[in-house]
């Protein structure tokens, strides 16, 4: 009975004042702001105006170990959930596995989650709950409010390794050659898993791979070195297969690249200044009287062009390459054959 009493003291104060005056009494009218916080004041106090509490949530907790039961500390642990409806599957939260590999996912709403692990180190695979390769074929986690779903824990592989040198016809090891790891897919057929570059000293590491068959490229993105594939061979075809055991490291992929031949020059206007912008191609002999096109390059403001990258010719090979010259400006156009380059490697 006391909460009523409240609140009709509440409204009579707030809804009506009487004053006296010498004419009799009136009722004042109290501004509307005032009336709509005090009436809301009342229905908190019987109950009724009460804000929903939040809906508990959940949490996900479990270990991650190594292939010996060893717990793995600073494993990264993602929860993920359908943000769409339709498998599509964002991060919602993640943190990272303790000492002893546990890990606690908190502040989860009620729902459907998948659970990943990663090691940013590569020494072991990336996995999925419940041993997936990935989150589209990865086991429901079921999260319920005020509750934890536990025991969500994974074993992770060890990751093989490829190591390896790149260096130049001297020996001098080649820094900041990119290098691309091909895995096989089965059926003959190679699909690019990485690239990394060679530290200054030449050196490379290529880490988190599962066991297989993969190929490795080199390739130099100044063009000062022919690029090439494992083991001194011109095309992924016909590269030669490397072997990666998990937790192992296959040891000594080396390239020795060769040095690219050059074309330079200048590409004027008839009064002798430099044309910008113009295309340079370049094309090779096939050997059969035919011409295979290499590559293209524009001048530079002043008219000039560098083109490299080109393999060299065999001391016995001959021929030309043929560069088309621009469109001048008197709207005509022609082509000049020159030697072909005997630039050694």
């Not at 508990?56 to 993920?80: P, Q």
């Not at 296959?250 to 330079?264: E, R, S, V, W, Y």
């Not at 008219?303 to 400006?329: F, K, N, Q, V």
Request: with cysteine.
């Amino acid at each position: 009975m006391k909460r009523p009493a409240v609140v009709l003291g509440v409204g009579a104060v707030l809804v009506t004042s009487r004053a006296s005056s010498g004419k009799g009494s009136h009722l004042r009218h109290v501004p509307l702001v005032a009336l709509c916080i005090c009436l809301f004041v009342g229905l908190l106090a019987l109950g009724v105006a009460t804000p929903p509490a939040h809906a508990a949530t959940g949490d996900i907790s479990g270990t991650a170990k190594d292939a010996g039961g060893a717990g793995l500390a600073g494993i990264s642990v993602t929860a993920y959930w359908d943000f769409f409806g339709d498998d599509w599957w964002v991060s919602a939260t993640s943190t990272s596995t303790a000492a002893d590999g546990s890990y606690q996912l908190t502040g989860l709403d009620a729902g459907t989650y998948r659970v990943g692990f990663s090691d940013s180190s590569a020494t072991y695979l990336s996995e999925y709950f419940n041993d997936k390769p990935t989150v589209d074929s990865a086991d429901d986690v079921v999260v319920i409010g005020g509750a934890t779903t536990a025991n969500i824990d994974a074993t992770l592989a060890a990751a093989g390794h490829i190591t390896g040198m790149v260096k130049d016809g001297g020996g001098a090891g080649l820094g900041g050659i990119y290098v691309y790891v091909y895995r096989s897919y089965g059926s003959g057929g190679w699909t690019h898993v990485t690239t990394v570059s060679t530290a200054a000293d030449g050196s490379y590491g290529v880490a988190g791979l599962t066991s297989g068959t993969y190929r490795v490229g080199f390739s130099d993105s100044s063009a000062t070195y022919l690029p090439e594939y494992y083991n001194d061979k011109p095309d992924l075809a016909s590269a030669d297969d490397v072997v990666v055991i998990g937790g192992a490291t296959t040891a000594n992929i080396d390239a020795t690249l060769a040095a690219a031949g050059h074309i330079t020059g200048t590409v004027k206007d008839a009064g002798g200044a430099g044309l910008a912008n113009i295309y340079v191609a370049i094309y090779r002999s096939d050997g059969s009287g035919g011409w295979d096109y290499v590559t293209y390059r524009t001048t530079a403001a002043d008219g000039s062009y560098d083109i490299g990258g080109l393999p060299t010719p065999a001391p016995t090979a001959s021929g030309s390459m043929t560069i088309p010259a621009p469109t001048c400006s008197s709207g005509t156009t022609t082509s000049r054959t020159w030697p072909r380059p005997t630039t050694s490697p």
